[in-house]
């Protein structure tokens, strides 16, 4: 298995554009999370699901972001106006339900909006 | 809700010695700790895990232990070496479907030789 895939790995943008970060859980999974890590607020958690089913998405900051999962190997992480404080490390983990649940995270996406 | 704290923010050892990383957690249904590793601009990776009805579970080098009575945990590494210099994150989970972790904010250790 090729472990949790993320793209792109690097994004550089313009503020006011749209991003969309794209994540594929480990084959089995069926628990999806996205973390974003900055040096002040360090890994937080903005949003998973289970069964491909939003459970919380307290973390998720405003409204400008928004998360999806069609089905069980595809989830997005759409950031629409974007803004430089959202520039970060954004990673995304995934977890099989019903064992001592470790996360396994992929490789993220360093975003930086100019 | 969980809240997650880890003492020290920072900590240098020299090479050989042993590095002690303390978590304290807020809520007393927390059932397993998962300790994990970031070495520079990579991906956080488990190292090692406890569950509630353990007090102590050992690794080779790295020790976890945990007391639920006091809702405080530690990550302990011996013959710390150059390659163990890293940030380490702790975090507290409610084992169920789905439960998602909170993590503590990490701390940077640095291995001298």
């Known amino acids: 298995d090729a472990g949790v895939i993320q793209s792109p790995r690097h994004e550089v943008t313009e503020m006011g554009q749209e991003v969309t970060l794209r994540c594929k859980p480990i084959s089995g999974h069926n628990s999806l999370f996205w973390y974003r890590q900055t040096m002040m607020r360090g890994l937080e958690l903005l949003i998973y699901?289970?069964?491909?089913?939003?459970?919380?998405d307290s973390g998720m900051p405003e409204d400008r972001f928004s998360a999806k999962m069609p089905n069980a190997s595809f989830s997005t992480l759409k950031i629409q106006p974007s803004e430089p404080r959202d520039s970060a490390v954004y990673f995304c983990?995934?977890?099989?339900?019903?064992?001592?649940?470790?996360?396994?995270f992929g490789p993220g996406t360093r975003l930086t909006v100019l | 809700g969980e809240n997650v704290e880890q003492h020290p923010s920072t900590l240098s050892v020299q090479e050989g010695d042993s590095a002690v990383i303390k978590c304290t957690y807020s809520d007393s249904a927390s059932n397993y700790f998962p300790w994990y590793k970031q070495e520079l601009g990579k991906r956080p990776q488990l190292i090692i895990d406890i569950r509630s009805n353990v007090g102590e579970k050992k690794d080779q080098r790295i020790a976890v232990t945990l007391n639920k009575t006091a809702k405080h945990f530690s990550l302990h590494i011996t013959e710390t070496q150059p390659e163990d210099s890293a940030v380490y994150f702790c975090?507290?989970?409610?084992?169920?479907?789905?439960?998602?972790?909170?993590f503590g904010p990490g701390t940077r250790l640095s291995v001298l030789p």
């Open positions: 699901f289970n069964n491909n089913v939003p459970i919380d």
């Open positions: 975090a507290a989970s409610i084992r169920a479907a789905g439960q998602n972790f909170v």
């Open positions: 983990a995934s977890s099989q339900q019903g064992r001592y649940n470790e996360q396994f």
